[in-house]
Nanobody, 114 residues
Framework: QVQLVESGGGFVQAGGSLRLSCAAS????????MGWYRQAPGKQRELVAI???????NYADSVRGRFTISRDNAKNTLYLQMTSLKPEDTAVYYC????????WGQGTQVTVSS
């Protein structure tokens, strides 16, 4: 079993920055990809950014150039540095770890005020 603990969400004004973290623990033998998704009220969950075991990254068009995903393999921790935040970035952000199956974090709220 894998446990994911997210942190770093909060309230910020437009133009501000936040950094999300997702620490994975438990029976982790081989992590393939790790990523961040988000879900705004009334909308479907969408991919924000993903990073593979080889550190290849991919971003949603809406966040490319503003968000940076990274991972610390030694700590099994995933990060999402978010800058130039916009009100439309407001959502619950979920961490995803792909390690034989998909594991989801509990979600962390990010609220950006205009």
């Amino acid at each position: 079993q894998v446990q994911l603990v997210e942190s770093g969400g909060g309230f910020v004004q437009a133009g501000g920055s936040l950094r999300l973290s997702c620490a994975a623990s438990g029976s982790i033998f081989s992590i393939n990809a790790m990523g961040w998704y988000r879900q705004a009220p009334g909308k479907q969950r969408e991919l924000v950014a993903i990073i593979t075991s080889g550190s290849s990254t991919n971003y949603a068009d809406s966040v490319r150039g503003r968000f940076t995903i990274s991972r610390d393999n030694a700590k099994n921790t995933l990060y999402l540095q978010m800058t130039s935040l916009k009100p439309e970035d407001t959502a619950v952000y979920y961490c995803l770890v792909v390690a034989g199956r998909n594991y989801w974090g509990q979600g962390t709220q990010v609220t950006v005020s205009s």
